[in-house]
T-cell receptor
Framework: GENVEQHPSTLSVQEGDSAVIKCTYS??????FPWYKQELGKRPQLIID?????GEKKDQRIAVTLNKTAKHFSLHITETQPEDSAVYFC????????????FGKGTHLIIQP | NAGVTQTPKFQVLKTGQSMTLQCAQD?????MYWYRQDPGMGLRLIYY???????DKGEVPNGYNVSRLNKREFSLRLESAAPSQTSVYFC??????????????FGAGSRLTVL
């Protein structure tokens, strides 16, 4: 089955700086790569996703890049703000995710004032 | 529009007891999922149901059973709870978007402790 590795497990950045979280996947058939944000005590929520036919996608301060050849994808957050503090999970799946997502173990992003 | 509702929010069990976690969605989604979340382990898929009447095992199905009661409801049962099943359980549902992706909507979670 699919295996998703996520790094780092904890990331601390100064408010206003950028943050980058990286994931690798094992199954070259995977074609859907979402990112979920989970605030403390809350449920995970989708923040951005990318399909395998696209190399980059942006939504305001967040962007995701995908390198299919190397089987890795990354989340970029620019101009970080206190409300960006959360745990971020990357995931991968085939078939758009209908049979469930395989998640990475998560990155705890801490925004230092 | 409540989205995905799961009950109970908290439960404490003794080893060997049984219980059922209930999940219901009101978004007319075809697919439903049960995940467990443990510290440092991310979210791991227990079972999923791609459509009413079908269920399939995920990554960690041992010790669990599921029932897709109808399109709205998907329950998770622990027949004989073990301390290793202490976890936070999330139910989710999804429907295919226009771009082909299945976006998961999660419930609020159920924290289960097995003593």
């Amino acid at each position: 089955g699919e295996n998703v590795e996520q790094h780092p497990s904890t990331l601390s950045v100064q408010e206003g700086d950028s943050a980058v979280i990286k994931c690798t996947y094992s199954d070259s058939a995977s074609n859907y790569f979402p990112w979920y944000k989970q605030e403390l005590g809350k449920r995970p929520q989708l923040i951005i996703d990318i399909r395998s036919n696209v190399g980059e996608k942006k939504d305001q301060r967040i962007a995701v890049t995908l390198n299919k050849t190397a089987k890795h994808f990354s989340l970029h957050i620019t101009e970080t703000q206190p409300e960006d503090s959360a745990v971020y999970f990357c995931a991968a799946s085939m078939g758009g995710g209908a049979d469930g997502l395989t998640f990475g173990k998560g990155t705890h992003l801490i925004i230092q004032p | 529009n409540a989205g995905v509702t799961q009950t109970p929010k908290f439960q404490v069990l003794k080893t060997g007891q049984s219980m059922t976690l209930q999940c219901a969605q009101d978004m007319n989604h075809n697919s439903m999922y049960w995940y467990r979340q443990d510290p440092g382990m991310g979210l791991r898929l227990i079972y999923y149901s791609a459509s009413e009447g079908t269920t399939d095992k995920g990554e960690v199905p041992n010790g669990y059973n599921v029932s897709r009661l109808n399109k709205r409801e998907f329950s998770l049962r622990l027949e004989s709870a073990a301390p290793s099943q202490t976890s936070v359980y999330f139910c989710a549902s999804s429907a295919r978007q226009g771009n082909g992706a299945n976006v998961l909507t999660f419930g609020a979670g159920s924290r289960l402790t097995v003593l």
